[in-house]
């Protein structure tokens, strides 16, 4: 039986490629396949964005090598970035809380 954080691994590499074969290039989100999967997955993420533009900015951010996709280790970059703010989030909550 996996563990609880093989589980999370392995949703994660579902999650991507299932939008990422949306458009027979599998392995890489373009632009649309990419403001897909954010609306679906991180829409809560999505909607605290002020910017309409958020999805393109995210997109150059990503991008890394410039070829206009995101590939799996630039979409990881992604989940990092937003499990450290949501980490930040989660003790600043504990220490209010007086939880440790």
Same mark, same amino acid.
């Given at each position: 039986?996996?563990? @609880? #954080?093989?589980?999370? !691994? *392995?949703?994660?590499?579902?999650? %991507?490629?299932?939008?990422?074969?949306?458009?027979?290039?599998?392995?890489?989100?373009?632009?649309? @396949? #990419?403001?897909?999967? !954010? *609306?679906?997955?991180?829409?809560? %993420?999505?909607?605290?964005?002020?910017?309409?533009?958020?999805?393109?900015?995210?997109?150059?951010?990503?991008?890394?090598?410039?070829?206009?996709?995101?590939?799996?280790?630039?979409?990881?970059?992604?989940?990092?970035?937003?499990?450290?703010?949501?980490?930040?989030?989660?003790?600043?909550?504990?220490?209010?809380?007086?939880?440790?």
């Amino acid at each position: 039986m996996p563990s @609880e #954080l093989e589980t999370a !691994m *392995e949703s994660l590499i579902t999650v %991507f490629h299932r939008y990422a074969s949306k458009d027979g290039k599998t392995g890489t989100l373009n632009r649309r @396949e #990419l403001k897909e999967l !954010m *609306e679906n997955e991180l829409s809560n %993420f999505l909607k605290s964005q002020k910017d309409p533009a958020a999805v393109d900015k995210i997109m150059k951010d990503l991008d890394t090598n410039g070829d206009g996709q995101v590939d799996f280790e630039e979409f990881v970059s992604l989940v990092v970035g937003l499990s450290i703010a949501c980490e930040q989030c989660y003790k600043l909550h504990m220490k209010k809380t007086g939880k440790h």
